[in-house]
């Protein structure tokens, strides 16, 4: 919004900023913090994972190369996390190194947990073509 005061714009810009910036800073130190609530509700649950026992469609894309796989996992503490392929198709090799390592890497995070927690090194995320920094 431009202010004009008695034909001086620039008097009254100058006049107009000062008292916007203290309405603003006024009004976001009264409204809360939608992620700070977010972040510590997921910091408050209990991380344990409980039995369950689901049927999971993944599909997987990359130029002309498609596939598909449906899959029956589940996980109870005594057995770990297993799964059953119920169906599949579309490229072979998109469905062994793209989909079944999926579940496979899932299995093996959950073989390495201990109390509720990751062990250091169970799970490394790369992006295909760059070199891996430590």
Known sequence: MLLTFRGCRTTATLLALPLASVVTSH??????????????QFLAQD??????????HLETENG????????????????GFRYEITSEG???????????AVLEGEQDVIANRRDG??????????????????
């Open 47 to 56: 991380d344990t994972v409980r039995p369950y026992r689901a049927t999971r």
């Open 27 to 40: 009004v976001r130190a009264t409204v809360p913090d939608a992620a700070e609530h977010s972040i510590q």
């Open 90 to 100: 579309g490229s072979r090799y998109m469905r062994t190194k793209v989909l079944r």
């Open 117 to 134: 927690a990751l062990l250091p090194g169970a799970l490394e995320l790369s992006i295909p073509g760059q070199r891996h920094r430590r």
């Open 64 to 79: 002309s190369r498609k596939a598909w796989l449906d899959a029956i996992t589940e996980y109870s503490p005594g057995t």
